[in-house]
């Protein structure tokens, strides 16, 4: 059974740090490349951070690039993001995804085949 779990959401205030965390099981995590997603009321789903199967790779989206730092721990399954310095336009849900689509600058949802249920993140002003 494959599961996707994130973990670490929950409110802060301006220029605060949080560190979510997405459990993975069920499917062979280091096959694929992984992404976080967020999702703001109103807003499209962005893709702002993504890795490759191994970290060799890195995408942020120039929202986050400086701010946020993702990695992943192939052998206990799980994808992580620090988050620093937040703003409240960071508030939205946060959603794991396995198996994004990553190039040289995007990284996108079309290919993903496992999403978590999201996580909410609230930056206080």
């Known amino acids: 059974q494959v599961q996707v779990v994130e973990s670490g959401g929950g409110l802060v205030q301006a220029g605060g740090s949080l560190r979510l965390s997405c459990t993975a099981s069920?499917?062979?995590?280091?096959?694929?490349?992984m992404g976080w997603f967020r999702q703001a009321p109103g807003k499209e789903r962005e893709g702002f951070s993504c890795?490759?199967?191994?970290?060799?790779?890195?995408y942020y989206a120039n929202s986050v690039k400086g701010r946020f730092t993702i990695s992943r721990d192939n052998a206990k399954k799980v994808l992580y993001l620090q988050m620093n310095s937040l703003k409240p336009e960071d508030t939205a849900t946060y959603y794991c995804?396995?198996?994004?689509?990553?190039?040289?600058?995007?990284?996108?949802?079309?290919?993903?085949?496992?999403w978590g249920q999201g996580t909410q993140v609230t930056v206080s002003s």
């Open positions: 069920g499917f062979i995590f280091e096959d694929y490349n």
């Open positions: 995804a396995a198996k994004v689509s990553l190039g040289y600058d995007y990284c996108s949802a079309a290919s993903v085949n496992y």
């Open positions: 890795i490759s199967n191994h970290a060799k790779r890195t």
